[in-house]
């Protein structure tokens, strides 16, 4: 069957330039908001969720929800560390796991804000357990029991007293950074000490969680869509009369502490594309409109030469398709930009601040686009509709 | 007769088209005496209706000067210019022009919202040059709902209502029927017979020129022969029963 | 200038302005939230009582302070109470349904919070019964608690030792007169708590989140912050004490970069609805270009054209202006119940309704305003050969 030509469609958009200018701009603005709340939500995510092992165990009080409500005695602790056997071990023989005291410390941004920054006491097997993840940019790590610390590379120029050779005053006891250190996930915007001696420092008198890289064939069983131990370790663990406690892989960890914020994006991308979508539609449809009465003699014709009305209805819709085409294009093309560039924000889940990037994954513009080309569909539908249901003979009337 | 009403002096106006300057009218000079009803007739591209948007001061001219009665069109500023075709000249155009969105009274109302006039005033104004145009009963049809010859007559009850002294029409036939252009140029004879108007008429059409007293014909941009005569009365229902 | 032209000309296209109107509607009614949603970050600070200053320790907000300083701290001049506040951190059935909960010393929390008044309920069953708790009155709304009610919450920082739920008595249902203390939060006896602690019932963290004080009428702020804080300069807890505005404003400061961010959108949303209005407007001057130079012929000044254009824009963008505020106003109580634990405070501020208006106005001439000045300019014999 005949269709009408797609380059009258390509003509007439050249034809009205402004308009189809300011709708396609439009839409680009509306698709560029909503990219750019999408890559704010990937990146925060992705940082939790790319930078997370599957071959590393989280060990977490029973009840808490993330390591700052954790809390184990050392001598509980310890029963964890020895009496598991599910730990890969180093080639001296020495089980991969390690005790973590935490907790948010306030620091002072360099801007003048205040911030909290989480201060996490290691032990030198969790620079084992981390392997190559964790490594010294600048200095050097800092001396076990010694009042050093190492500061993450996201951060160390973001807080006052962050840098290098400065000091930092924990309660009473200050302690010098010696190092900037770079992960690729959230430890990033954390500072690192000895575990026993930010414990004094602090006046922390628990461990705040165990973590451990496990052993290969070892099943963790921890179901985090419904948060709660399914089989293996995690049901073992749930119901230990010594010990009893949570135990996740650190990807689902992670995970669970970037959903509250990760939820509330979704929600205010949801309501951005819901609310500016209909507006882009409203847009998309005026002009439409125009093209309609533009070529009124011009689909008249059309019609008295035997073109079917469902030809021109789909010719009007291509076009609109086209409009919602370029502004999803245009639009990504506007948010690209911000691909990459950091920021920071408080993780509701955490109290603390975590740095990182936008990122605008090919699926991310792939989304965007093809809700830009749904937009330009709705925008044209009705004036397509309008078009189809034409009678030739009052389309060629002197108007 | 004392002074022409209008008076044209080496009136020269060029087009620039595409780097070439073509002149359409070339040193032109014209008079015409109040009261009269003339016909500028002549082969398109010959400049007349080039020469009626400089009379009707739409247009202004290269060189020369063009006075109508004590004005001096080429002596004014683009704001004087538009308060004076508000007090002194009505134009009928050959599409008509009325507005889309407003109805008939609306439309003739609309020259008489520059003058300082009260709104009960101005509708009745407004209704009685269309009662002159023999379309009262038609005051609230839009524009799309009456006939070509009924948009024309509104359009010169719209010419008439500030009661200026000139009236220009562009082809003002040019758009209509046979019966309709009669009804028109009656009208334009009786407005020109009756009220006193110096009425010019721009036209391509010899039977619409033969109803004004004088037909001034031009060609490429210069004055041709000047006829004066008899007027034909038009007669719209002859050309009805013909 | 024709009036009825500029009404007409709108009403003639009805479809395409009601989507203009629309569109504009939508895009006022989401800036008034964004911004309200910004306001709402720092509500708290702006509602924040002078006479109260709040102890923390200079460490870490999780970091708890011991007893022995509440004694400490009443003795320092200009002083009147001191309360203590603990975060208690529960949930009611699933972890998803949080909301705040403290456990203070109900007495001086009642002196020194006199914006906290109680709507259901007594005060005096409060006072009474160790059990007793003040329920926030949206948080009552959202999970149905009444007056006389048991409230089951499950400890996360305080588990019972039998693995069961603490059970609270709803005594009262409060609402706050002020936005520094939200509609959604539990107050209990600190008592209850203590108890609980020492006698094993519970494990967690023992100590005091905060302290808050009541200052004497006319004590000086800050002589008695800094007394407070130098008392224990020295340990075994560092403290910083700050004015409640202080306080709350470090939440603020934590959110970082959400107020930028929020303001970008905002900025997208004009940028997007500034096309649609223009685009509108260039396509009506498009259709209205003969009628501009008929109005021109019959002596109508360039002013006047300049106007009826630039009226069009602006009654179009007004009419959508003055609706998105009007939403944005009507749906202020719902979106105050929805948003009550994560934007406790969202409030549609005069500012903001200032901000809407004059974004609207703004809209209204720079959509009007090329289509005006282009009819301005229009020679008349151009504009009466277009074709409508």
């Known amino acids: 069957m005949a269709l009408v030509p797609l380059s009258y469609n390509v003509r007439s958009l050249w034809v009205r330039k402004s308009a189809t200018f300011l709708t396609v701009l439009g839409i680009g603005a509306t698709v560029a908001v909503l990219a750019g709340v999408l890559a704010l939500r990937s990146g925060f995510q992705g940082l939790f969720r790319d930078n997370g092992r599957d071959d590393i165990a989280v060990f977490l009080r029973q009840g808490s929800t993330n390591e700052g409500d954790s809390a184990f005695t050392r001598e509980r602790a310890e029963i964890l560390t020895k009496t598991l056997d599910v730990f890969e071990q180093d080639a001296s023989g020495k089980p991969l796991v390690s005790t973590e005291t935490y907790l948010a410390v306030r620091m002072f941004k360099t801007d003048g804000g205040e911030t909290n920054v989480p201060v996490r006491g290691v032990q030198p097997t969790t620079f084992a357990i981390f392997g190559d993840d964790v490594r010294v940019l600048e200095g050097r790590t800092f001396t076990l029991g010694a009042d050093e610390v190492i500061v993450g590379d996201k951060i160390a120029s973001r807080l006052r007293d962050g840098g290098l050779g400065d000091t930092i005053q924990f309660n009473t006891t200050p302690f010098r950074v010696v190092g900037v250190f770079h992960h690729a996930g959230a430890f990033s915007s954390e500072i690192w000490g000895d575990r026993d001696r930010l414990m004094e420092a602090l006046e922390r008198p628990v461990l705040n969680r165990v973590i451990g890289r496990i052993k290969p064939g070892v099943d963790i069983g921890w179901d985090d869509e419904d948060d709660k131990p399914k089989s293996g370790l995690a049901l073992q663990l749930d119901a230990d009369p010594q010990v009893p406690c949570k135990v996740m892989t650190e990807r689902q960890y992670l995970m669970s502490q970037s959903a509250a914020l990760g939820a509330v994006l979704l929600v205010l991308g949801q309501v951005l594309a819901i609310i500016m979508g209909i507006a882009a539609v409203f847009t998309a449809t005026n002009t439409m409109l125009s093209a309609l009465a533009a070529r009124t003699r011009e689909i008249g014709i059309l019609l008295s030469l035997g073109f079917k009305p469902w030809a021109i209805f789909l010719s009007f819709l291509f076009e609109s398709m086209l409009l919602g085409l370029f502004g999803g294009v245009v639009g990504c093309v506007l948010a690209y930009p911000i691909h990459g560039t950091e920021t920071g924000t408080m993780n509701f889940n955490t109290f603390t601040e975590v740095a990182f990037a936008f990122r605008l994954t090919p699926e991310l513009l792939a989304q965007a686009v093809g809700f830009s080309i749904v937009l330009g569909l709705l925008g044209g539908a009705w004036p397509a509709f309008r078009a189809a249901s034409m009678e030739p003979t009052r389309t060629m009337r002197r108007e | 007769m004392s002074q022409p009403l209008i008076q044209l002096r080496n009136v020269t106006k060029t087009y620039s088209r595409g780097g070439e300057t073509l002149t359409v009218l070339d040193d032109l000079a014209l008079d015409m005496d109040a009261g009269g009803y003339f016909a500028l007739m002549g082969p398109s591209g010959s400049g007349k209706t080039t020469l009626l948007n400089l009379i009707g001061g739409l247009d202004r001219a290269d060189t020369g000067s063009i006075r109508i009665g004590e004005d001096d069109l080429a002596q004014m500023g683009t704001g004087e210019l538009a308060e004076w075709r508000s007090r002194s000249v009505g134009f009928v155009f050959q599409g008509f022009n009325l507005i889309p969105v407003l109805t008939a009274r609306e439309n003739v109302e609309l020259p008489l919202l520059l003058a300082p006039l009260k709104g009960s005033e101005r509708k009745k104004r407004a209704e009685y040059a269309l009662q002159l145009v023999g379309l009262a009963d038609r005051m609230n049809h839009r524009p799309s709902q009456l006939s070509g010859g009924q948009e024309q007559r509104v359009a010169i009850a719209r010419a008439i209502v500030t009661d200026p002294t000139l009236i220009l029409a562009d082809e003002p036939t040019g758009d209509l029927d046979r019966a309709s252009a009669e009804q028109v140029l009656e009208l334009l004879g009786k407005l020109n017979g009756e009220l006193k108007k110096t009425i010019l008429m721009v036209t391509h059409d010899p039977h619409a020129a033969e109803c004004a007293k004088t037909i001034v014909h031009m060609d490429k941009g210069g004055l041709g022969r000047i006829e004066t005569r008899e007027p034909r009365k038009p007669s719209a229902a002859g050309v009805a029963g013909r | ?388």
């Not at chain 3, 939230?33 to 924040?48: I, K, N, Q």
């Not at chain 3, 739920?165 to 209990?188: C, E, H, M, Q």
């Not at chain 3, 396509?283 to 008929?294: F, L, S």
């Not at chain 3, 959508?320 to 505020?325: D, E, L, N, T, V």
Request: charged fraction near 15%; charge should be negative; include cysteine.
């Open chain 3, 1 to 388: 200038m024709p009036w009825r032209l500029v009404f007409k000309n709108i009403t003639k296209h009805w479809l395409r302005s009601t989507l203009t109107v629309g569109s504009i509607v939508l895009a006022i009614f989401l800036l008034c939230l964004l911004r309200s949603l910004v306001v709402a970050l720092d509500a708290g600070v702006r509602a924040s009582a002078v006479d109260r200053l709040v102890v923390q320790s200079s460490v870490s907000l999780f970091v708890y302070l011991p007893e022995s300083y509440e004694a400490k701290i009443a003795e320092v001049d200009g002083v009147r109470t001191v309360c203590r506040w603990n975060w208690f951190g529960g949930y009611y059935q699933e972890p998803s349904n949080f909301f705040a909960q403290f456990a203070t010393d109900v007495d001086d929390f009642l002196t020194a919070y006199p914006e906290v008044e109680v709507i259901e309920g007594s005060v005096e069953d409060f006072r009474r019964e160790r059990q007793a708790c003040l329920v926030g009155a949206d948080t009552a709304s959202r999970f149905g608690f009444k007056v006389g009610d048991n409230v089951p919450l499950i400890g996360a920082l305080f588990p019972r030792t039998d693995g069961q739920p603490w059970n609270f008595k709803v005594a009262g249902i409060y609402r706050s007169k002020k936005t520094n203390v939200d509609n959604s939060t539990l107050f209990f006896h600190t008592e209850y708590l203590e108890k609980a602690l020492e006698s094993g019932e519970s494990g967690g963290p023992s100590g005091v989140g905060i302290f808050v004080v009541q200052l004497e009428p006319g004590a000086d702020r800050v002589a008695v912050a800094g007394a407070i804080d130098e008392q224990f300069a020295g340990g075994p807890q560092r403290t910083q004490t700050n004015t409640e505005a202080e306080f709350q404003a470090q939440f603020v400061s934590m959110v970082g970069n959400v107020p930028l961010f929020v303001s970008s959108i905002g900025m997208g949303v004009m940028i997007a609805i500034l096309l649609a209005a223009l685009n509108t407007m260039l396509m009506a001057a498009r259709e209205q270009t003969r009628d501009v130079g008929v109005l021109k012929a019959l002596g109508f000044s360039d002013g006047s054209v300049f106007g009826l254009m630039i009226t069009q824009s602006l009654i179009l963008c007004g009419l959508g202006g003055a609706m998105g505020i009007l939403l944005a106003k009507a749906t202020e109580p719902v979106l105050i119940y929805l948003l009550s634990t994560t934007f406790p405070g969202y409030a549609v501020t005069g500012e903001t309704l200032q901000l809407a208006v004059f974004v609207t106005l703004g809209i209204g001439v720079f959509a009007g305003i090329t289509p005006a000045w282009r009819a301005k300019n229009l020679q008349v014999i151009t504009a009466l050969r277009a074709t409508a």
